[in-house]
């Protein structure tokens, strides 16, 4: 059940993304530091969205990872002082 909500909310966050797209397509100047480009606003929208996800997930992933070495510490110390007593 939870996989199937999660999957209608997936379906949905992706087409209100594709009625926004849709309705975006003026060009856009981007400057960066030394070159600058033309960018359809939709697909400019696309590309930062995707980078705070990229970005999210491996904030995401640093933390776990950390914690994850944090559990295992805290179990092997467990095992020693549960075999010391």
Do not use: D
Not at 12 to 21: F, S
Not at 30 to 58: D, P, W
Request: glycine share 4%.
């Amino acid at each position: 059940m939870k996989g199937l909500l999660t999957f209608l909310v997936l379906i949905i966050v992706l087409v209100i993304a594709v009625i926004i797209g849709s309705r975006n397509q003026e060009l856009v100047t981007i400057n960066y530091l030394i070159a600058q480009s033309e960018l359809r606003q939709s697909t400019l929208m696309a590309i930062v969205f995707s980078l705070g996800v990229v970005i999210g997930m491996l904030t995401f992933f640093s933390s776990w990872l950390k914690l994850t070495w944090k559990v295992k510490s805290l179990r092997n110390q467990l095992k020693r002082l549960s075999t010391e007593e």
